[in-house]
């Protein structure tokens, strides 16, 4: 497919024939999964307190969705809470199906007491991810859960078959329930530090996980939080990191490992040490006071509980530990995927950048109220979401181009922010943060190569310390203090996508905007709304 642009038109037009009806049959002949939520509110005593948090079948957090690349997955989500509701894949591609995606710019959210059935493949793609509740702050209040894409059976995964698989969700957490935390900001205010951090739903000591002297484990770390980096660290034990949200990487033995907010890993632990408990612990990095997430590795022939004081993470707002351990982290390019054919088989240095924007943050006040924005513009969200007005030519619901490639000076404001990506075409995006608080991006539909980390402000000169050999490609990137990011991306992936802060309070108050992806030669496969569509503001 990747050739097709260099290929005669009539040539092209068989291909895309033969190619569109294999897939069909692609489609037909991989499995489908059926899944039933009920997401309801619950209680549950946390950090000393009874909480009422949001659970899917009674469960806190939600089920894990365990699937195979290319997988079919349906699941019919009942909302039991009295507000609306929509869950986003975070860092599934839904590849040509954006109408899945469960953000505002999407869909129109599913209403108390009513039901929508997702229905996605997991399409070439393997790894670490998880899902939540996208709108109204309800990740506060969990309503998130593991997901893991396996690789298909005829591909090698580039490591032994471990002796268990555990998915581990990280996450800074607030006393308050997520009602208060909103009114919080829908009065003008922030958020302030968070009250802890939880492993797996649980505060310390809730969660245990078992393994066997002289076995090796995955575990599955996500960052599932509001917005605190965290730096997990198991007692005794090296970390080995194979993979960051789909991407396989070089093997490296680490003693911790930052996690950002939004971002998955995962890493082998061994089991090599005399039999014990040990202090797994995910503690915050960037904010005081230090919160200390612990769960406990259990040896199943332990005899005694886990001792000694907490193992030591970097110094708490060391940056450069960060930033020199996020260069360090390599994709492995001879490893396979979801393709059979090796991850380094798509030569990202080797393309023109067709495009470079600039996204910088910033924390206006608008309105006398806290606002964060993208170039100025801080993003709301209309009643009628971005990709119905698209498909049913509904007018002046948005206008491309809404946002500026890059900041213009101009006052800030609230406003629709769009931009408009034409397909195929090749992006450079740089993420700049001249505040001083660390940036998690997170891009939904894609999953972008990170090509660079590095001090103040980007200039073209910026390019020479680029990877372009062997980046790892993720789908959320942090940009530290006073910093750029730089990622790059094909947009192949047609749709309305939303770009957005991953730190929860950034996000509801309008750090965030639309990509959209238009392929005008299948028009109907990218806009198409599915049949059971949700119609709300002027769609109907
Ligand atoms: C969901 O759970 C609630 C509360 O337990 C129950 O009343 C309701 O019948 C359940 N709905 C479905 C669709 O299972
Ligand atoms: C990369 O993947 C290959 C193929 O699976 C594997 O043999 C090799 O050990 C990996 N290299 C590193 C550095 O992880
Ligand atoms: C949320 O917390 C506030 C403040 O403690 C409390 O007044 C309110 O009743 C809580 N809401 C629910 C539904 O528990
Ligand atoms: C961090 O690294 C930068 C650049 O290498 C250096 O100038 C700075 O002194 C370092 N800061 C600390 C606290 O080590
Ligand atoms: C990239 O641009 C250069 C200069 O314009 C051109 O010579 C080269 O063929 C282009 N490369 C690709 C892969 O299109």
Known sequence: MRMMSKAPALVALVLLLIVQVS??????????????????????ALLGVTQRVIAINKQF?????????????????????????????????QRKSAWQDGVLGTNCPILPGKNWIYQFQAKDQIGTYFYYASTS??????????????????????????????????????????????????????LGAPDGVLINGRAAFGSFFSVQQGKTYRLRISNVGTGSTLNFRIQNHKLLLVETEGSYTQQVFYDSIDVHVGQSYSVLVTANQAPGDFYIVASSRFGLPVLNGIAVLHYSNSRAPASGPLPAGPAPGDV?????????????????????????????????????????????????????????????????PLALADAFNIPNIFHLNSIPDSPQGRSPALGISVINGAYRAFFEVIFQN??????????????????????????????????????????????YPQSWTAVMLELDNPGMWNIRSQTLQRQYLGQELYLRVFNPEMPSITQKPPQNVLKCGKAF
């Open 23 to 44: 897939m069909q049959y692609v489609q037909a002949d991989d499995a489908y999964q059926f899944f039933n939520w009920n997401v309801t509110y619950i209680n549950v």
């Open 61 to 93: 957090p939600g089920p894990e969705l365990d699937t195979t690349t290319n997988n079919n997955i349906i699941i019919n989500v009942h909302n039991n809470l009295d507000e609306p509701l929509l869950f986003t894949w975070n860092g599934i591609q």
């Open 137 to 190: 702050l309800q990740r506060a209040a969990g309503a998130f859960g593991g997901i893991r894409i396996h690789n298909r059976i005829v591909i090698a995964v580039p490591f032994l078959p471990p002796a268990d698989d555990y998915t581990v969700l990280i996450g800074d957490w607030y006393a308050k329930n997520h009602s208060s935390l909103r009114a919080i900001l829908d009065g003008g205010g922030q």
């Open 320 to 384: 450069n530990f960060s930033f020199n351990q996020a260069r360090s982290i390599k994709r492995n390019l001879t490893a396979g995927a979801a393709r059979p054919n090796p991850q380094g088989t798509f030569h990202y240095g080797l393309i023109n950048i067709t495009r470079t924007l600039k996204f910088f943050n910033s924390a206006p006040v608008i309105y006398h109220k806290q606002r964060f924005a993208v170039n100025d513009i801080s993003h709301i969200n209309p009643d009628t």
């Open 434 to 479: 001249n505040e001083n608080k660390l940036q998690s991006w997170h891009m939904d539909g894609y999953s972008f190569f990170v090509v660079g980390y590095g001090p103040g402000t980007w200039t073209t000169t910026s390019r020479q310390t680029y990877n372009l050999l062997d980046a790892v490609s993720r789908s959320t990137t942090q940009v």
